[in-house]
């Protein structure tokens, strides 16, 4: 993939934990690597196929500007986010932001942070099988767009499935969700049990009935044992309810575990 630069960029701005870097501010410098595919914009010699790096370098000034931050960690997080939310067609950004005024009593060059963020490939599986079906699933849909660092790429049918595990309970409807995000996994889960909060989701029951029900089936091809958020999910493989529209809306991803396509895997299901 292609990459953009821009390095150095000198902003004079008001960050730092102590009184006088608030107020007497001091100089930053900025260095920006964006990954992206720049060959449409080689060929045509069209700069809209592309990022302008004179607009980005005005921009990201006027983004390190808006606030004052303690932490220069936090504000290339900020610069971090603005970049991935504003221009869509980049995959991944790297920030280093150095602070060579910086108050510690010692000869030094400069001190400085760097931060990497990227777009990842995720699914979401949901399921619901109490109060309004259709208006649990809309609800958690409108709460996922709205937030940041999460783009809904494509939604499944929903589909009426039988109980699964404990069968004394209401039919579900389940449906899964293909999107892009730059949320690590144990933060992305942390939103999506937040939202079933909000929908009142009660785990009294293992595998009971629920309002609203949200898993991360996969994300990228991650192999992960953490405990808060294994993946891909242990038992996706096992359960037409989520194969079925996994191989609706992405046939021939792979599963990192079994190597075999959602399609293949839908087969051996039913």
Same mark, same amino acid.
């Given at each position: 993939?292609?990459?953009?630069?821009?390095?150095?960029?000198?902003?004079?701005?008001?960050?730092?934990?102590?009184? %006088? %870097?608030?107020?007497?501010?001091?100089?930053?410098?900025?260095?920006?690597?964006?990954?992206?595919?720049?060959?449409?914009?080689?060929?045509?010699?069209?700069?809209?196929?592309?990022?302008?790096?004179?607009?980005?370098?005005?921009?990201?000034?006027?983004?390190?500007?808006?606030?004052?931050?303690?932490?220069?960690?936090?504000?290339?997080?900020?610069?971090?986010?603005?970049?991935?939310?504003?221009?869509?067609?980049?995959?991944?950004?790297?920030?280093?932001?150095?602070?060579?005024?910086?108050?510690?009593?010692?000869?030094?060059?400069?001190?400085?942070?760097?931060?990497?963020?990227?777009?990842?490939?995720?699914?979401?599986?949901?399921?619901?099988?109490?109060?309004?079906?259709?208006?649990?699933?809309?609800?958690?849909?409108?709460?996922?767009?709205?937030?940041?660092?999460?783009?809904?790429?494509?939604?499944?049918?929903?589909?009426?499935?039988?109980?699964?595990?404990? %069968?004394?309970?209401?039919?579900?409807?389940?449906?899964?969700?293909?999107?892009?995000?730059?949320?690590?996994?144990?933060?992305?889960?942390?939103?999506?049990?937040?939202?079933?909060?909000?929908?009142?989701?009660?785990?009294?029951?293992?595998?009971?009935?629920?309002?609203?029900?949200?898993?991360?089936?996969?994300?990228?091809?991650?192999?992960?044992?953490?405990?808060?958020?294994?993946?891909?999910?242990?038992?996706?493989? %096992?359960?037409?309810?989520?194969?079925?529209?996994?191989?609706?809306?992405?046939?021939?991803?792979?599963?990192?575990?079994?190597?075999?396509?959602?399609?293949?895997?839908?087969?051996?299901?039913?």
């Amino acid at each position: 993939m292609d990459k953009l630069y821009i390095k150095d960029l000198e902003v004079f701005a008001y960050h730092g934990v102590f009184p %006088e %870097e608030k107020s007497l501010g001091q100089k930053f410098l900025i260095s920006v690597t964006l990954t992206l595919d720049m060959r449409e914009a080689a060929i045509t010699g069209d700069l809209s196929k592309s990022v302008h790096y004179g607009e980005l370098a005005h921009a990201l000034e006027k983004e390190f500007q808006k606030e004052s931050y303690d932490l220069i960690e936090t504000a290339g997080e900020m610069l971090t986010t603005y970049v991935l939310n504003n221009y869509p067609m980049v995959s991944k950004v790297k920030i280093m932001i150095k602070k060579p005024w910086a108050p510690i009593l010692r000869s030094m060059d400069t001190v400085a942070i760097e931060i990497t963020r990227e777009w990842h490939r995720a699914f979401i599986g949901f399921g619901t099988n109490m109060g309004d079906k259709l208006k649990n699933i809309e609800t958690a849909i409108a709460s996922l767009k709205a937030l940041d660092g999460l783009i809904i790429l494509n939604q499944s049918t929903i589909i009426e499935t039988e109980p699964w595990g404990y %069968e004394d309970q209401d039919v579900f409807l389940n449906g899964v969700l293909e999107i892009k995000t730059f949320l690590p996994p144990r933060e992305l889960i942390t939103r999506l049990l937040a939202i079933e909060k909000e929908l009142k989701r009660e785990r009294t029951i293992h595998w009971g009935p629920r309002t609203l029900d949200l898993d991360i089936i996969f994300y990228d091809d991650l192999i992960s044992d953490d405990p808060q958020v294994i993946l891909p999910h242990p038992r996706a493989h %096992e359960r037409g309810f989520v194969m079925k529209p996994m191989a609706e809306i992405a046939p021939y991803f792979i599963h990192p575990v079994f190597h075999k396509s959602m399609s293949e895997l839908l087969k051996e299901v039913e």
